[in-house]
T-cell receptor, first 111, second 114 residues
Framework: DAKTTQPPSMDCAEGRAANLPCNHS???????VYWYRQIHSQGPQYIIH???NNETNEMASLIITEDRKSSTLILPHATLRDTAVYYC????????????FGTGTRLQVTL | DSGVTQTPKHLITATGQRVTLRCSPR?????VYWYQQSLDQGLQFLIQ???????AKGNILERFSAQQFPDLHSELNLSSLELGDSALYFC?????????????FGQGTRLTVV
């Protein structure tokens, strides 16, 4: 799986958009970009994934650059409950491929 | 609720002992993953099973073993426990078919070795 680089921490004011960047410059054509988050000591929670097109669901939006070397997870209106560690993972598509977590970005949402 | 069930939620045991952690995946999911998270550490991938067979192995100690049964539940066996094995142990499951599939995590088992 390709290596990812994320800032160790970020702050965001409640109600504002949180934009979390991820660099995955060695991503290959058959690798997807996944985002998970972990709220303190809970099991990680799946957020969104994409291959090359931008994706949106009820939780977030995922913007992937045209060269696929980086992506941004957008939480449009961050709340205190979004305070968590966010993990960007690139993962080969296919049968039950391994899911490896890096160190992630610790997002602190403040009043 | 992710649909992945882990038991027990908490476990306290002494050094040198052996414990078994259990994971019931979501209905229909064929793939099971085990992770270890020590205090203030990241999620370390241990091992993955797919439809009963070992698929990938990470940083799993020789004292640890796992298996996936025909009904697809999985067990992680930890033996000769040491203080450093104290951690949260997470199980995740996914459908595991071709294409992009997300994994769903259980709430973990907190193991304390004293």
């Amino acid at each position: 799986d390709a290596k990812t680089t994320q800032p160790p921490s970020m702050d965001c004011a409640e109600g504002r958009a949180a934009n979390l960047p991820c660099n995955h410059s060695t991503i290959s054509g058959n690798e997807y970009v996944y985002w998970y988050r972990q709220i303190h000591s809970q099991g990680p929670q799946y957020i969104i994934h994409g291959l090359k097109n931008n994706e949106t669901n009820e939780m977030a939006s995922l913007i992937i650059t045209e060269d696929r070397k980086s992506s941004t997870l957008i939480l449009p209106h961050a709340t205190l409950r979004d305070t968590a560690v966010y993990y960007c993972i690139v993962r080969v598509r296919g049968t039950a491929s391994k899911l490896t977590f890096g160190t992630g970005t610790r997002l602190q949402v403040t009043l | 609720d992710s649909g992945v069930t882990q038991t027990p939620k908490h476990l306290i045991t002494a050094t040198g002992q052996r414990v078994t952690l259990r994971c019931s995946p979501r209905s229909g999911d064929l793939s099971v993953y085990w992770y270890q998270q020590s205090l203030d550490q990241g999620l370390q991938f241990l091992i993955q099973y797919y439809n009963g067979e070992e698929r990938a192995k990470g940083n799993i100690l020789e004292r640890f073993s796992a298996q996936q049964f025909p009904d697809l539940h999985s067990e992680l066996n930890l033996s000769s426990l040491e203080l450093g094995d104290s951690a949260l142990y997470f199980c995740a499951s996914s459908v595991g078919t071709e294409g992009a599939t997300e994994a769903f995590f259980g709430q973990g088992t907190r193991l304390t070795v004293v």
